[in-house]
């Protein structure tokens, strides 16, 4: 079964550092989404992407964030500066129609 | 409350017997699905109902949706130890493929 493929599985980072993280979609889907998850907390909605841009995005996802579709395959989200509240599993999913399929998650701690 | 609630928080049950989750949500909804997360892992999609259907069956699983009252349950019956993880609904309020805004999940626990 096709699956969502995120790297890495965790990633550790200095306070105001930049983090990269990568996911794989499903390689017929359109829609690209992050979502993170702080720990005990729930699953909170970052962006969507669709054709190649952002078509919605949350309040969390500040300047600080960018996400990208660099070719054909790659889907990353970039933190620009870490802040220690950015601590979280971050979760790529991509959707061919409502049914979203979730990658495994990075867990991100910055220290 | 928040968009999204589950409730129980946390569910301990023997194996064998049927476990019941409930979710309430407060805005209108195209659909509500359920996920599950085994723990450190990602979240799983279990099965989705649409606004205009009110039960659906999909193995073990029963989900019955009240747009009346904004609730959805998910029953799973004859529970296994597998089946311990915690679930969450999510609900979509566009026309697919838009955010989906996740509650704050149940913790399933199955006693073998």
């Known amino acids: 079964e096709p699956e969502v493929t995120q790297t890495p599985s965790h990633q550790v980072t200095q306070m105001g550092q930049e983090v990269i993280l990568r996911c794989v979609p499903i390689s017929n889907h359109l829609y690209f989404y992050w979502y993170r998850q702080i720990l005990g907390q729930k699953v909170e909605f970052l962006v969507s992407?669709?054709?190649?841009?952002?078509?919605?995005k949350s309040e969390i996802f500040d300047d600080q964030f960018s996400v990208e579709r660099p070719d054909g395959s790659n889907f990353t989200l970039k933190i620009r500066s870490t802040k220690l509240e950015d601590s979280a599993m971050y979760f790529c999913?991509?959707?061919?129609?409502?049914?979203?399929?979730f990658g495994s998650g990075t867990q991100l701690s910055v220290l | 409350s928040q968009q999204g609630e589950e409730d129980p928080q946390a569910l301990s049950i023997q194996e064998g017997e049927n476990a019941t989750m409930n979710c309430s949500y407060k805005t209108s909804i195209n659909n509500l699905q359920w996920y599950r997360q085994n723990s450190g892992r990602g979240l799983v999609h279990l099965i989705l109902?649409?606004?205009?259907?009110r039960e659906k069956h999909s193995g073990r699983l029963r989900v019955t949706l009240d747009t009346s009252k904004k609730s959805s349950s998910l029953l799973i019956t004859a529970s296994r130890a597998a089946d311990t993880a915690s679930y969450f609904c999510?609900?979509?309020?566009?026309?697919?493929?838009?955010?989906?805004?996740f509650g704050t999940g149940t913790r399933l626990t199955i006693i073998p």
């Open positions: 992407f669709y054709n190649n841009e952002i078509s919605e």
């Open positions: 999913a991509s959707s061919g129609w409502e049914k979203l399929f």
């Open positions: 109902i649409r606004s205009n259907e």
């Open positions: 999510a609900t979509d309020a566009g026309f697919g493929n838009e955010k989906l805004t």
